[in-house]
C-alpha cells in the first residue's frame, strides 16, 4: 500500500499533467493491483491536497466531469491579461436559450420559442451545439419529432458546477444585467468559473442576419426570471414560498 504522503504527491501531478477535470475512477487506474487505494483513502488524499492550496493561486475543484486544478476566482482580473484578445460576447437570445435550457431540460426548440415569445435562431441553437454546452438527448414522440435537448457535462464543467443541483434557484436570479458584466468562451484560459449570466455586449460579428435573429434580439428587455416563470404558469406549476425573514 502506497503511503499517504506519497499518494497525494502522484495525485497532485496527475491532476496537473491532465489538463482537464479527471475522475476518481480514472485516478485510480494510475496504480498497479496491490497498490490501488481504496475510492474512501483516494478522496482523503484529494481532500489534503485540497487543504494544501488554501493559501495558494489556485485551488483544486471537483466539477462533473472529475477533479481539476484551476486558478482562484479572485485573481481572475489580473490572470486574464495574459491573453491579449477580447472575449468573445453573446447576445442576449443566445444567453436566455442557454439558460432556459439548463432550468427547463429536456426542452424542444418549439418549447424554448413559447416561453420566449418569438422564434429561436437556427444560429443561436448551433452556437451552443459548437460549444458542446446542449445536445439532442431524444425526440419527443409528436408529428415532425422535434429534437429535446439538455446540457452538458462541458456546461457543468466551465460554469464550475459538479451537478444541476448546484444552479442558483430561481427566486435568486432578477435579471441579466444583475448577475454579472461578461460571459468569456475563451476555451484556453485555465481560470475558475462560475455560473453567469452577463450582460452582453453587441459586436460587428453578431449583426442579425435576417428576421428570425432579428426577432431573437429584440426580446432582450425582459428579465430571465419573467421569461423562465411563464412556463410554470403553462404547466400549472406552482412558485415556491420565499422564506418569511426574521
Known amino acids: 500500500m502506497i503511503e499517504t504522503a506519497k499518494l497525494q504527491r502522484i495525485v497532485e501531478g496527475a491532476l496537473l499533467a491532465a489538463g482537464k ?57 489580473w490572470v486574464s491579461r495574459l491573453w491579449e484578445e477580447k472575449p468573445q460576447k453573446y447576445s442576449r437570445a443566445v444567453l436566455e436559450t442557454l439558460s432556459i435550457i439548463a432550468y427547463r431540460q429536456p426542452i424542444t426548440r418549439g418549447d424554448i420559442e413559447k416561453i420566449r415569445g418569438v422564434a429561436v435562431s437556427t444560429q443561436i441553437v448551433q452556437t451552443l451545439l459548437e460549444h458542446e454546452w446542449v445536445r439532442v438527448v431524444g425526440y419527443r414522440d409528436v408529428p415532425g419529432r422535434p429534437a429535446m435537448y439538455a446540457t452538458t457535462k462541458q456546461f457543468l464543467d466551465y460554469f464550475n458546477l459538479a451537478s444541476l443541483e448546484e444552479l442558483p434557484a430561481l427566486a435568486e436570479i432578477r435579471d441579466l444585467e444583475s448577475i454579472n458584466r461578461e460571459l468569456s468562451l475563451d476555451d484556453d484560459k485555465p481560470l475558475g468559473r462560475i455560473i453567469e449570466f452577463p450582460e452582453p455586449e453587441a459586436t460587428q460579428e453578431e449583426a442579425v442576419v435576417d428576421a428570425e435573429e432579428a426577432a431573437a434580439a429584440a426580446i432582450g428587455t425582459r428579465p430571465i ?4 416563470s411563464e412556463v410554470d404558469s403553462k404547466l400549472g406549476i406552482k412558485p415556491e414560498a420565499e422564506p418569511e425573514q426574521p
Open 21 to 77: 477535470p479527471v475522475p476518481l475512477e480514472k485516478l485510480q487506474e494510475l496504480f498497479i493491483e496491490g497498490e490501488r487505494p481504496e475510492p474512501a483513502q483516494l478522496e482523503e488524499a484529494l481532500k489534503a491536497v485540497s487543504d494544501a492550496c488554501a493559501d495558494r493561486g489556485f485551488e483544486l475543484k471537483k466539477v462533473s466531469s472529475g477533479y481539476r486544478f484551476q486558478v482562484k476566482q479572485e485573481l481572475s482580473e
Open 225 to 228: 426570471s419573467e421569461i423562465l
